[in-house]
């Protein structure tokens, strides 16, 4: 099985996470954050990874702490759920429309962590949520879960439909990268012989 659970307690927020790559897309999510609640949802449920967040921060400050944290606590677990990441198929990419939106997110589950985030938003808000905090997630999770992700909003007017194409362009290509290859089941997909 494919699971791990991670438990991550700061000054500025308490975080617990547990995370099966193997699930349905079942998910439990409360960071007392509602637009990041939703996007964490549609991260599960189209990736097929059953999720289970549970949150508390100093949201009276602001949201920053909560965001970066949960992406850092989902990206440990994440890490941990792949052990030796033997078999993965590794690479994956996703176009995914959205209305007017279409997104590109591209990943190599390398371990060699590394963010390229070419998003813009027009709106400093979605809901309650500064739009600044989206990179900051997926900056957090990129850097813990050792995956290399570049994620490109090609065009689209409506920041929602922006923000929510990229999290489920992260979600299918996950679905894809993590997939085992029959033919390598047992290896480590990399001519070093480790990720």
């Known amino acids: 099985m494919r699971t791990a659970t991670i438990e991550r307690k700061t000054k500025e927020t308490e975080i617990s996470v547990s995370l099966n790559l193997d699930g349905s897309g079942i998910y439990d999510v409360s960071t007392g954050i509602g637009f990041l609640d939703h ?11 059953d999720l289970t967040v549970k949150a508390k921060g100093d949201l009276h400050i602001d949201f920053h702490h909560t965001t970066e944290d ?4 989902i990206g440990e677990a994440f890490s941990k759920a792949l052990g030796e990441r033997k078999g993965i198929t590794r690479y994956a990419s996703a176009l995914i429309p959205m209305d007017e939106t279409l997104s590109r997110v591209a990943l190599d589950i390398s371990n060699r962590p590394y963010l390229i985030w070419r998003v813009v ?3 400093p808000k979605l809901g309650d949520m500064d739009t600044e905090l989206f ?18 909003n090609l065009y689209g007017e409506n920041n929602h439909h922006i923000v929510e194409s990229c999290y489920k362009g992260l979600a299918r290509s996950l679905r894809d990268a993590i997939a085992i290859d029959p033919r390598k089941a047992d290896e480590v997909p990399s001519t070093k012989g480790v990720l």
């Open 70 to 73: 949960t992406g850092i606590a």
């Open 135 to 152: 990179k900051e997630w997926f900056q957090a999770f990129a850097q813990a879960a050792g995956i290399t992700l570049h994620i490109e």
């Open 39 to 49: 996007m964490l949802e549609q991260l599960s449920r189209h990736s097929l990874m």
């Open 121 to 123: 938003f027009t709106k």
